[in-house]
T-cell receptor
Framework: SQTIHQWPATLVQPVGSPLSLECTVE??????LYWYRQAAGRGLQLLFY??????ISSEVPQNLSASRPQDRQFILSSKKLLLSDSGFYLC????????????FGPGTRLLVL | GNSVTQMEGPVTLSEEAFLTINCTYT??????LFWYVQYPGEGLQLLLK?????DKGSNKGFEATYRKETTSFHLEKGSVQVSDSAVYFC????????????FGPGTRLSVLP
């Protein structure tokens, strides 16, 4: 069966520091991968998605970036965090062969102080 | 464009009450429709889905019917429990290949004993 992991689970970072969040998927190959952000009490905002290694699409201009160095690994990064980057970051995957269900990871809670 | 509208809540019910969370959508063609649930501090879990008109998705006592004529996918449960307290997201994926999920804003449900 497929599983999706995210780490760290919780992160507290000062403003201006760098960020690296990692997401890995097991039990499948060539998945579509997604990064979402959920601000406190708000809905989901799609940040990035990837249909293959090295292929990244950005949905919203941010001081964030994403990379996919391996088939089942998706990384969210920032060179300098802003206060507004605080939130709950969710990684998701789907098989990408059609109208497929998206499966979500447990999330990373980021607090920027 | 594609969009999902749902009541934002919060919805507060007593245990064993009947639940309805309304969801309507805008999309061309025949999207697939989903309900996801997010328990406090966790990622989203697929609750149920329907892929064509008049399909009924069901899981854990929850049901939703894909109504093409009213572009709706309302979530219902006959008798809620305290453990159903969570945020519920309605979502669609269009039938055009390569399109991404569209999520509603989420509805927070609180069930009181």
């Amino acid at each position: 069966s497929q599983t999706i992991h995210q780490w760290p689970a919780t992160l507290v970072q000062p403003v201006g520091s760098p960020l690296s969040l990692e997401c890995t998927v097991e039990g499948t190959s060539n998945p579509n991968l997604y990064w979402y952000r959920q601000a406190a009490g708000r809905g989901l905002q799609l940040l990035f998605y990837s249909v293959g290694i090295g292929q990244i699409s950005s949905e919203v201009p941010q001081n964030l970036s994403a990379s996919r160095p391996q088939d089942r690994q998706f990384i969210l990064s920032s060179k300098k965090l802003l206060l507004s980057d605080s939130g709950f970051y969710l990684c998701a995957w789907c098989q990408g062969t059609g109208q497929e269900t998206q499966y979500f990871g447990p999330g990373t809670r980021l607090l920027v102080l | 464009g594609n969009s999902v509208t749902q009541m934002e809540g919060p919805v507060t019910l007593s245990e064993e009450a009947f639940l309805t969370i309304n969801c309507t959508y805008t999309a061309t063609g025949y999207p697939s429709l989903f309900w996801y649930v997010q328990y406090p501090g966790e990622g989203l879990q697929l609750l149920l889905k329907a892929t064509k008109a008049d399909d009924k998705g069901s899981n854990k006592g929850f049901e939703a019917t894909y109504r093409k004529e009213t572009t709706s996918f309302h979530l219902e449960k006959g008798s809620v429990q305290v453990s159903d307290s969570a945020v519920y997201f309605c979502a669609l994926i269009p039938d055009n290949y390569g399109q991404n999920f569209v999520f509603g804003p989420g509805t927070r449900l609180s069930v009181l004993p």
